[in-house]
T-cell receptor, first 113, second 112 residues
């Protein structure tokens, strides 16, 4: 158990509203990631962080922003949600110590109407 | 950009059968990972491979890192109902930050 929680676990919102998803870890790992999962696409990287206030874009970053003001929290924000952002969102951490293995949170199912 | 082609997309097998799935890419990877996802949960790491030609087992699961570093396969022997789920391969992208790229997944169904 890598001590990752995500909130909320489920959310339904309307097009045009802002949405923030939270990822919290208990073990102070440096690297954190946000992915989205859609049928036929596997998991695609949205943004990642390599330290407090250090973030960068992933493969599908348009329409998303992130913030990391504390080691333990990584926030994903949809400034103005669109129906194409309906998806399951997963947060992941990479254990320190040189391994490449990522551990995933339980996911947030977001529906944009 | 880099892509992983994972096949098959889905499999429906009888309990007790062996299963094989693979991932291929036009790019070289230094690390291959295999994950399993149960319904409503996040992916869980099954096996990690770090060297070309490496063959690693985890119980009934065996995975290999291809010699060309462009492919990997996962075998499950004597499948059981709890093997049901989606299996993902992932390769580590060069350039640091331990970023991964994932295949589209293989959905496995096991008939008792």
């Amino acid at each position: 158990d890598a001590g990752i929680t995500q909130s909320p676990r489920h959310k339904v919102t309307e097009t045009g509203t802002p949405v923030t998803l939270r990822c919290h870890q208990t073990e102070n790992h440096r690297y954190m990631y946000w992915y989205r999962q859609d049928p036929g696409h596997g998991l695609r990287l949205i943004h990642y962080s390599y330290g407090v206030k250090d973030t960068d874009k992933g493969e599908v970053s348009d329409g998303y922003s992130v913030s990391r003001s504390k080691t333990e929290d990584f926030l994903l924000t949809l400034e103005s949600a669109t129906s194409s952002q309906t998806s399951v969102y997963f947060c992941a951490i990479n254990e320190d110590g040189g391994t490449d293995t990522q551990y995933f949170g339980p996911g947030t199912r977001l529906t944009v109407l | 950009g880099q892509q992983l082609n994972q096949s098959p997309q889905s499999m429906f097998i009888q309990e007790g059968e062996d299963v094989s799935m693979n991932c291929t890419s036009s790019s070289i990877f230094n690390t291959w990972l295999w994950y399993k996802q149960d319904p409503g949960e996040g992916p869980v790491l099954l096996i990690a491979l770090y060297k070309a030609g490496e063959l690693t087992s985890n119980g009934r699961l065996t995975a290999q890192f291809g010699i060309t570093r462009k492919d990997s396969f996962l075998n499950i022997s004597a499948s059981i109902p709890s093997d049901v789920g989606i299996y993902f391969c992932a390769g580590r992208i060069s350039g640091g930050y331990n970023k991964l790229i994932f295949g589209a997944g293989t959905r496995l169904a096991v008939h008792p």
